[in-house]
């Protein structure tokens, strides 16, 4: 059975001569969190405000649950819930009155749970003006939740967040993909994709230029484990030895650095090295390649894998 | 309570809550009142004839040609029409609601004038209250979807100040409001014609007042008609969610066709 709750075929937008995005396809199954990633200007945005309805595509096909976002509206509103990255709500209304008039639109009861939920109960009453950025963010995560959707769409929801804030929200975000929600995450912090989402597609000037899962995109990339070895003597400063599958080292402060292929056997090699010549062990970093290096491989090669 | 009752009862709150909109909502509008009733009528006695219908449709002019329009152009450009749209609340409710709100309050502020202006300033009663009372009601419309339209087709807040104040202050000079009409030059009266304030005050003085009005009562009843329906018309068709749209349905420019009811009337009564 097919699990798709967004399909995107061949998808075209230009704004006058400038193409934003040129005939890009992807597909997002039923209760994962799919990454739309990539820098300023790829096409991010743009993608999700058709998806949203919010412009119209020049061409290419768009559907989410098998409703056009452009030619049946109000049945994608009761779907959706959108996180927009630029957006506001009027100085002057309070959290409740936004809860209010948004589910009234929507046609639900208010779910008054989801300001608890959010950490917003204390605000009720506060006008939007008056709240900071992380709980304006909290408050639009909330009336994108207000009617139940299937799917979430999160355009850059942790920029401008502190790190309590981001916390909150990626354990929302797992939260609700435990509860069969499917999200959208358009994000630039790699770091934030890598933890949070199930897919990626790499969006570059406009094309998506690598798709799957953060671990499978990493790797296909250099595959190389970074690792960094701190000692009492520091005699792998002068160690002319070689270890297996390891590029020639380098040093950094008091860490001698490596980036090794297998990393298993380098590092027994090392640790064997360093108790036959009675140095001792202070600090051993392994970091395998994160989506962040891949990512700026691709983008750095233009694209090309 | 319904999306409608939600949605009204915060526009409505936020015409007190918010200093600007309770400055062009009642402070300016009764502070110039006031000054009116002071100073203007003891200066030229003659204005107590026109305090009452003059005050009121200064009062709606400054809530819905001046505050309005910006307040719709600052919610666009600041994305708060975005947040709406995909929230499901229709383009009319977005113009429509606000509208009834701003008309709701200038209606408050046209009864304090009405119901002050005789007992504290000695103003000239009106004959007929309810057509004081359904004129007014008319002249709201009639300038709440000016100020929509004005909102709608404006770039920005300076845009709209612009367009504004071409209604704004030609109206308090020739409009009728200050002096009457028929001591105007008749170049000027012709100006006039293409002023909502002008068959407004002659509504007024023809059904309210019972008096002879320069324009026949049933153009003046006909043009506030016709120019509400059409900016109606014309607002929600030009309405555009943000200003980066590129699915707007015409051009701004459309917005001068607002301008039809009033040089048909004009035309009207040069060949008449």
Known sequence: MDQSVVTVKNFTKTYGDFVAVDDISFEVQHGEIFGLLGPNGAGKTTTLECLEGLRQPDGGEMQITGVDPQREPSKLRNLIGVQLQTSGLPDNMTVEESLNIFSAYHGVQPRHELLTRMGLEEKRKTQYHQLSTGQQRRLSLALALSHDPRLIILDEPTAGLDVSSRTELHNMMQELKSQGTTLILATHDMAEAEKMTDRVAILLSGKIVATGSPRELTAKGSGMTKISVSTEDSILHNNENTFPAVTPHGIKEEYSIYFSTDPGPTVSAILNHLASNNDSLIDLRVERPSLEERFLEITGNGGTE | ???????????????????????????????????????????????????????????????????????????????????????????????????????????????????????????????????????????????????????????????????????????????????PLSLIPEAFQKVSGLLPSTYAMQAYFAYAYQQESIIEPWVSITVLITSGILALALSIFLFNWDSHNDTRRGSPLLGLLILIPYVAAILYSTLS
């Open chain 2, 1 to 179: 309570m319904s999306a409608f009752t939600n949605h009204f009862l915060f526009e409505f709150k936020t015409g007190i809550r918010n200093s600007s909109a309770m400055l062009m909502l009642y402070m300016l509008p009764l502070g110039f009142y006031a000054a009116m009733g002071f100073i203007m009528v003891e200066i030229n006695p003659g204005f107590k004839e026109l305090l009452i219908p003059a005050m009121i449709i200064f009062a709606i002019m400054s809530s819905m040609i001046l505050g309005f329009p910006t307040g719709l152009v600052e919610a666009r450009e600041s994305g708060i029409y975005r947040s709406y749209k995909i929230n499901g609340i229709p383009a009319v409710s977005i113009l429509i609601i606000p509208a009834l709100s701003v008309g709701f309050h200038g209606l408050i502020t046209s009864a304090i004038i009405a119901v002050t202006a005789v007992p504290f300033f000695d103003a000239a009663e009106p004959i007929n209250w309810l057509a004081l009372v359904l004129i007014s009601l008319l002249v709201v419309f009639t300038f709440s979807t000016l100020g929509m339209l004005i909102g709608v087709v404006s770039s920005s807040s300076r845009a709209v100040v612009l367009w504004s104040q071409l209604i704004y202050l030609p109206s308090i000079l020739v409009g009728g409001m200050m002096i």
